[in-house]
């Protein structure tokens, strides 16, 4: 089994887009996965998903009911074998949790595409169809790279 967090600031919009996302794909193509998602923040812990981040899920048939967030804690590191921020923020984040990177398990989501760059943060930009676009892309593109393992 191979195990994924995927990771955002507060945990209630990107990162759990793309915990239901890759389910999603997942669900379609097979694997062995265990998916979840987290926060580098304690902003929002215990908050459900943003009601337009569930909207626009929703709308491509992805249901994300039931999603609280949550911290990621530096025992995560030890177990998840990948751990997947949506931008460059979130990894340096993420850094003053882990201390450092030794085992290589953290990048950004869309680093596994062919064109490398941040998941734009909808909570800013408003604009939650494009976010899932890049994560549906970013997501598509990381199974492709775990099935070829």
């Given at each position: ?65 039931g999603k609280r967030s949550v911290q ?78």
């Amino acid at each position: 089994m191979i195990k994924i967090m995927f990771v955002c600031h507060g945990n209630i919009c990107r990162s759990p887009m793309a915990e239901f996302i890759f389910k999603k794909i997942v669900s379609e193509r097979g694997g062995d996965f265990k998916i979840v998602s987290s926060a580098t923040s304690r902003e929002e812990i215990g908050n459900s998903v943003y009601p337009p981040a569930a909207r626009v899920l929703a709308e491509h048939g992805i249901s994300c009911k039931g999603k609280r967030s949550v911290q990621f804690t530096a025992e995560d590191y030890n177990y998840y074998d990948y751990l997947i921020c949506m931008e460059t923020y979130n990894i340096r984040n993420l850094m003053r949790i882990i201390g450092s990177d030794t085992q290589g398990k953290v990048s950004r989501l869309l680093d596994f595409t062919d064109n490398p760059r941040d998941v734009a943060d909808p909570w800013y930009t408003g604009d939650f169809e494009t976010a899932y676009n890049d994560i549906y892309e970013g997501c598509s593109a990381l199974y492709e790279h775990l099935s070829c393992e």
